[in-house]
Each structure stands twice: as C-alpha cells, then as structure tokens.
C-alpha cells in the first residue's frame, strides 16, 4: 500500500472519528437539553407527572441506549407497545455502533498520528455537504426528519402512537431540533477545523 493510500484511509477514519465524536458529545449533551424542555414546553402538564418523574424516565430510557449491558427496555410511568420496543433496540445498535466505531478509530488515529497525515481538502467537502444538510433541515424539519429515519430504520416503528407508547409525549420535536442543531455546530466546527489546520493539500 502506497503513503497515499495509507492517508486515504487515515483520512476517512478521522472523518468517522469526527462523525461519531459529534454524534456521542450531542447523545450526552441531550441531558442537559431535555432538562431545559421539560420546563420549556410543559412537559410536567402534558403527560401530568412531576419535574423528577420525567427527568427519572428519560433517565431509563438513555441508560438502554446508551448501556450495552441493558437489553430490557422498561420505563417507571410509561407503557412501551412491541413496535415501540423494537425501535428503541434499533436505536440502541446504532448508539452500540456509534460508540463502537468512535473507540476503535480514536485508537487507530492515536497510533497512527506520527506516521500519517490527512488529505485537508476532503474536510472542506464534507463541511459543504454538512451546510446542505443544515440547510434541508431548517427550510423542512418535519421532511428531515422523516427521510433521516427513513435511511437510518427498514420499518415505520419509529412512528409512534400516542395511545401506545406515550413516552414520545416527553420528546417534543422542539427537543429532536436541537439535538440537531447541537450536532451541525460540532461536526461542522471540527471539519472545519481540520480543514484550516496544516495538513496534507
């Protein structure tokens, strides 16, 4: 394998790198985002249970995500339906992937730092790319959101019921929208970022 080829592939795990980084510090920061909601957007009033028995349910629901020992989905005040259930384990394997694909090209990138470099201007592109998306989004969130689930998930799980699964009471699109917005200025920033340091042109 030629040096070339060898940054090539450097590159594209550091553009992973800064995908799953983004997706992981907006996954974590959501805490603090739906703390804000839950007052924001009377969140208390609109499923009728206190400012602690919601925080204490989003806490639930984020420890089987986001815990790869946890494989029982099951929330203190909310029912789940089967579908609902099965949605949130497709989601839990990809917040595993994620988690997975952000350790071992952190490792890769950490070993490799000395003896590699990066391809800079692929970094510009994938910014482009990140400002159309953003772009998409504001002008259309309800359509961004249904086409970014529509790739991400092969079933309509992800539509939930009210009646069945009440939890997405708690899950304003307001909330979804700035976790959103949260991870565009991180995978932005750091593309950027990478783009205007010295690196290979």
Not at 10 to 15: D, N, P, W
Not at 23 to 35: D, E, N, Q, W
Not at 74 to 102: C, P, Y
Not at 123 to 140: E, N, Q, R, S
């Amino acid at each position: 394998m030629s040096n070339f080829q060898k940054d090539t592939f450097y590159t594209i795990v550091l553009a992973l790198f800064i995908l799953t980084l983004s997706i992981t510090v907006t996954i974590f920061a959501s805490y603090g985002l739906f703390f804000f909601a839950i007052k924001h957007y009377y969140l208390e009033q609109a499923v009728n249970l206190s400012f602690g028995a919601v925080m204490h349910n989003y806490d639930q629901m984020m420890n089987y995500l986001i815990n790869p020992f946890n494989w029982t989905f099951k929330l203190s005040d909310f029912q789940s339906s089967a579908a609902g259930r099965l949605h949130f384990e497709d989601v839990k394997k990809l917040f595993i992937l994620n988690f997975g694909v952000l350790i071992l090209s952190g490792a890769y990138l950490w070993f490799q730092r000395r003896k590699r470099v990066y391809i800079k201007p692929v970094f510009k592109y994938i910014a482009i790319i990140g400002v159309v998306l953003a772009i998409l989004m504001a002008v259309d969130f309800d359509g961004f959101f249904v086409v970014f689930h529509e790739v991400l998930f092969r079933n309509s799980d992800w539509l939930f019921d009210p009646e069945r699964d009440p939890v997405i009471n708690i899950l304003p699109e307001e909330f979804f929208t700035q976790c959103f917005v949260l991870f565009f200025i991180l995978f932005e920033g750091l593309n950027i970022w990478k783009y205007i340091k010295k690196a290979r042109t």
